[in-house]
């Protein structure tokens, strides 16, 4: 509930405090005596449209303030809190606005400075204005659909609709990226299996470029190989004079020195050692020579084979590995292919399965939102009647779009409050009602009917008694009263029928200090109500007959409590 309210230099009130209760309040007075100022002071406070023309004359800065207590629980309150706006253990909201004439206005949340759009969220949720004020919650299509929700007790269905609806819109989307993969995939198959055909025809091994190309290097230069290990040979073994000839020599020259002189014994086995390693040279060097044979055919396979190798891996990788790593990852990415039709076809029948549900339930819910929306209806009318808008004709409209494009986390309904207030006049969303009393007093007819399903905290009703008289403003100040027992209610009103029902009274008033016209605001007590109900009664002069029916007012209010 709204706790305090401190307004500054705003329009024509230079400095104000007010605190408040439960309950009922109203504030009276002279036509003209600003009591409208105070309402738009709260409706700036939630975030309403702001001009330097509100800005007290000679003045450079406006500052508005509220408190608000909130109980524990509250869903506003953990809002704020994710914006770190609130402390955690904080029930108190204390919203401060300041504007200026340079245009940097500001607004401050328990101390914090504030997006505007934070604290326009309050507009509907904590308080609801009715009159000519943009904070109406009940003009938006989303509030009419939860007020038409809430009075046919659908909380439940709706939660379970929506639960059910999160989880076919993230099968959904999951079906969606899983039939984009596999379109990519699809689109790719044909070049996919080409790569993989070519490079599997291919039998690429590891180091085969390396082996070949010294294949290639050995078939080139056959003539001069065998001309070399020749010549080698023959120097080793098959000239008349070759190493191991000579080798032999020296050996039996070494065999008579040793036999001579016994310390030279150790020579002769590193002479035998060399000889054995030379001759196994000789024989490799002989095998080798027979093997080389010129080949034009295996050459030709060779450098076909190379020629290849490098197509490849300019097309597709630096190296062999890269090449034997790609034909594995075609392989893969063909065998996801497979994987993915399959598993976008059990994600396809997951999401019907999913949308029957979905569909049923968003079936029940229009079903009962037109039951609902009928009896709410009748309601309401009865309460307009009470009021004495007899001709007014009320409609909740529920349009019900079978598309399934048309289902959203609410359901695929969209309901519209329609009034004709005049015979003759056709059906118009409340929005587009021009007069702001008959909007009031519609506004008054749907809150009571909600009076124990709304949870807006304060309700502020402005030109709710605009030509209304009589036994109509004792019917409309005992609703306002009984509003009082599940919301925070204002209203501002010239009705003495009103006025007496209320529980807190406020009056405003204009007069002049230094030569400048101020408002000021004061609390009554029981004889201050007194007078003032008289003043409503009689008009600027009281009469004692004022101060009489103003005293049965009051106290057949008391006594009706």
Sequence with gaps: MLVELRISNFAVIDRLSLEFSRGFHVLTGETGAGKSILVDAIALLVGGRASADQ?????????????????PSASLLDQFRDAGLVGPHETELIVRRVLSRSGRNRIYVNGNLAPLQVVQGLAGTLVDIHGQHEQQSLLSAHAQLDALDAFGCLKDLRTQYARHFERWRLSRRELEKLTQVASELTQREELLRFQLRELDEANIQPGEEAVLTGERRRLIHTHRLNELTQRAYELLYGADVSVLATLGAVSGRLKELESIDAETADWRPLCDGATIHLRELSDRL???????????????????????????????????????????ELRSQLEELAASDMRVAEAREQVVKEYAQVEALANGLSEHRARAARTMEARVKEELCA?????????????????????????????????????????????????????????????????ETDRVAVLIFDEIDAGVGGAVAAVMGRRLRSLANYHQVFCITHL????????????VEKGLAKNRTITRVRQLDRAGRQEEIARMLSGTAITQAGRETAAELLGETESER
Excluded: W
């Design 387 to 451: 009021l004495r808008m007899d001709h007014t004709r009320f409609l909740i409209k529920v349009h019900s779009d079978q598309a399934e494009s048309a289902l959203a986390a609410t359901g695929r309904d969209r309901v519209e409050f329609l009034l004709s207030a005049n015979p003759g006049e056709p059906l118009l969303p409340l929005a587009r009602v021009a007069s702001g009393g008959e909007l009031s007093r519609v506004m008054l007819a749907v809150k009571t009917v909600l009076a």
């Design 55 to 71: 800005i007290r004359a000679d003045t450079e800065e406006s500052v508005l303030e509220a408190a608000f207590s909130l109980p």
């Design 496 to 507: 003495p029928q009103i006025a007496s029902q209320a529980e807190s009274h406020f009056v």
């Design 286 to 328: 002989r095998d080798y020579r027979e093997g080389l044979e010129q080949d034009p055919l295996r050459l030709a396979q060779v450098e076909e084979r190379l020629a290849l190798l490098g197509r490849l891996k300019a097309k597709y990788g630096a190296n062999e590995e890269a090449l034997i790593s790609l034909t594995d």
